[in-house]
């Protein structure tokens, strides 16, 4: 069985920062991508930033030069480092990874409960 836990939410002002982290547990053999999503009320969920294995990370253009995604494979656990943050980046975010089980040659896709943000002043 393999969890992945979010936590770090809540409510800042604007221009202010949160880190949110995931933190993957379980049976876990490897851990490849591993990325943040998002999704606010009335909206689809998007993609916020990705990472690999081997640390080449991705973003949306909406977060590019405000956010920075991170991981530490030791713990498994990925990070987002959220700075000048704006209304518009309140959302549920969710974290998403890539897993191979112990004793599994397939990977699966495993996502978290999700972590509210709220911007606001």
């Known amino acids: 069985q393999v969890q992945v836990v979010e936590s770090g939410g809540g409510l800042v002002q604007p221009g202010g920062s949160l880190r949110l982290s995931c933190v993957a547990s379980?049976?876990?053999?490897?851990?490849?991508?591993m990325g943040w999503y998002r999704q606010a009320p009335g909206k689809q969920r998007e993609l916020v930033a990705t990472i690999t294995t081997g640390g080449s990370s991705n973003y949306a253009d909406s977060v590019k030069g405000r956010f920075t995604v991170s991981r530490d494979d030791a713990k498994n656990t990925a990070y987002l480092q959220m700075n000048s943050l704006k209304p518009e980046d309140t959302a549920v975010y969710y974290c998403?990874?890539?897993?191979?089980?112990?004793?599994?040659?397939?990977?699966?896709?495993?996502w978290g409960q999700g972590t509210q943000v709220t911007v606001s002043s």
């Open positions: 998403n990874a890539d897993i191979q089980r112990l004793g599994s040659r397939y990977r699966f896709r495993y």
């Open positions: 379980g049976s876990i053999f490897s851990i490849y991508a």
